[in-house]
């Protein structure tokens, strides 16, 4: 090298990285022409790794700290280059840095439903969402099987490959669990942590360490969330003699209120006793005739039978046709009405 062409070279004092730019996991420093200074300084803030490559291998790792760049300091591109002890000339590598600062709150999902069996309903089809949080903990790996020679390699860029390796596990987990669908919800935390161990050992194959993940929704298709909705619905009502039996009774105190009274509604109250009776009865023989095929279901008594005449709106209307004709006194049937209420709401 002539000394004309020595002069002209560059040679770099300190290697640092300012992250100045969001988002981006490894930046290579911009060599070009220049040379590394022999004794110049390497730092390494706090959350950064650096890494020395000599010829397309692994030199060196540096984790936070100021290095005075040495044959003390750079053992292995000291071994790779054979330099002796004398060495002080300024000489070529490729340095990279990484950012090993924790990303938070990146987001995933499933892009297309999952398939799997569930012990309720059969055949289902699930999605499912959620939070996860990783960082870079092994540079070396992460060069060597992801970023590469490239200048920048993005969070946007590994993310995509990350989420590849997250839909597979969560399919795989949501396949092989025998955990009916209306109990995920109640285990949101043990199926995350669960995910969770999984995806741990996948991550670090590519040198990142996966910090948290948490599953924040497992949800159905519209028409099977439809029909478990239904089915709670049948559940919430229980018996339905025992409905209707409430509903007539807190009827009556408001149709007391009403212009007519309680003889304005007496027919209507007596035909939807009769309608609770028959629907009590319509589902009680369906149950009968379950457990012993062939059996009838017990006949409905028509409204004008014993039962009917027994039945409280048909008493109290004929009580307000006494007290409208005269032939008992307010305080009669007020008394009358108090004791019919009260065997009927026990």
Do not use: C, H
Request: hydrophobic share 45%; net charge negative.
């Amino acid at each position: 090298m002539s000394i004309g062409s020595f002069i002209k070279k560059q040679f770099i004092d300190i290697l640092q990285w300012t992250e100045d730019t969001d988002g981006v996991l490894a930046w290579r420093y911009p060599m070009e022409d220049m040379e590394i200074q022999y004794g110049g300084s390497l730092t390494v803030r706090e959350s950064q790794m650096a890494v020395f490559v000599n010829e397309g291998k692994i030199a060196d790792v540096f984790g936070p700290g100021m290095y005075k760049l040495t044959t003390q300091t750079l053992p292995v591109l000291t071994y790779l280059k054979n330099w002796d002890k004398l060495f002080e000339s300024p000489f070529k590598s490729d340095v990279y840095f990484f950012s090993t600062r924790l990303q938070i709150g990146r987001k995933w999902g499933t892009p297309q439903a999952i398939t799997i069996r569930d012990a309720d309903f059969g055949m289902v089809r699930l999605r499912a969402f959620g939070l996860y949080s990783y960082k870079v903990a092994d540079p070396a790996k992460f060069y060597s099987e992801i970023s590469g020679t490239r200048a920048e390699y993005t969070r946007d860029e590994v993310e995509e490959q990350l989420r590849n390796l997250l839909i597979a596990t969560m399919t795989n987990a949501l396949g092989a669990s025998s955990l009916p669908f209306l109990d995920m919800a109640a285990n949101q935390a043990l199926m995350s942590q669960t995910i969770r161990e999984r995806l741990a050992s996948e991550f670090e194959r590519y040198g990142v360490a996966l910090d948290n993940f948490a599953v924040t929704n497992v949800s159905l298709p519209e028409e099977l969330q439809k029909a478990i909705d239904t089915r709670i619905s049948m559940g919430m009502m229980g018996d339905m003699a025992k409905y209707t039996q409430y509903q007539v009774a807190s009827s009556i105190p408001l149709a007391a209120q009403n212009e007519g009274g309680v003889a304005g509604l007496g027919a209507s109250l007596a035909a939807g006793a009769v309608m609770g009776q028959a629907m009590a009865g319509g589902l009680a023989g369906a149950a009968g005739a379950a457990g012993a095929p062939g059996v009838p279901a017990p006949a409905v008594p028509p409204a004008n039978s014993a039962a009917a005449a027994d039945d409280p709106a048909v008493r109290l209307q004929k009580l307000k046709e006494l007290l409208d004709k005269s032939l008992i006194t307010p305080a009669e049937f007020d008394s009358a009405k108090a004791e019919i209420l009260k065997k009927l709401v026990g």
